[in-house]
């Protein structure tokens, strides 16, 4: 059969060599991101990253030569879907009356999240790993400034508010994420009760 028409629904445009490799690249970062949530950091390797891309080895080392280059772009990859979950959630919050209970709950949605997942377990590796140190701590404060500016925008500060107001929604987010890493270790029923208290405490 000859080729599709261009005006065909079955038309593709060829890619050229700079979209091919983007998109092979975007293949071997969501493989990373996927082997970090479904093997954890320590069992996270370049073949098996490779493999569940559907890509050679010889391909996954033509882009990223060393398993450092690989797992530090995956972690700013990392940053860009979770930055978008997390504008796209901002984004709900409208209701003016039960906001802020409305905001735990996506914040606790967020951290029990696949992408947070992934997030923790290099958390966690950076602590020993040098080389994820530096671009884990680059996306922290990045994320830390998006979570302030819109905390600024969806609670303006009251005037009896303390001079440490602004730290509210760090606070709160280190909490969540501690209670996340203690994971089905931690009680239920605490649960429930710290994230009561976080929606109802005065601020």
């Known amino acids: 059969m000859g080729a599709s028409s261009p005006t065909g629904s079955s038309f593709r445009p060829r890619l050229t060599q ?22 954890g950091y320590a069992n996270t390797t370049t073949s098996e990253i490779a493999e569940r891309a559907g890509l050679s080895r010889g ?9 450092e280059e690989l797992l530090t772009s995956a972690i700013e990859h990392l940053f860009e879907l979770m930055f978008g979950e997390m504008k796209e959630k901002v984004s709900r919050l409208t209701n003016e009356n039960d906001r802020r209970a409305m905001a735990i709950d996506l914040l606790w949605e967020i951290a029990n999240g696949r992408l947070a997942t992934a997030w923790l377990e290099l958390v966690v590796a ?7 140190r530096e671009s884990v701590s680059a996306v922290n404060n990045r994320m830390s400034e ?13 005037d009896a508010a303390g001079a440490d107001y602004e ?3 760090q606070i709160v987010c280190l909490i969540l994420e501690a ?3 203690k994971g089905q270790t931690m009680s239920p029923k605490l649960t429930a009760r710290i994230l009561d208290a976080l929606k109802t405490v005065k601020l």
């Open 18 to 39: 700079d979209e091919k490799t983007a998109e092979t690249r975007r293949r071997l970062l969501d493989a990373a991101i996927v082997c970090l949530i479904d093997r």
């Open 59 to 67: 391909a996954q080392l033509y882009h990223y030569p060393k398993k």
């Open 126 to 132: 950076s602590r020993t790993d040098s080389y994820l």
């Open 146 to 158: 998006f979570i302030g500016q819109s905390f600024k925008e969806l609670f303006p500060r009251p």
């Open 167 to 169: 730290l509210i929604p």
């Open 179 to 181: 209670m996340t890493l």
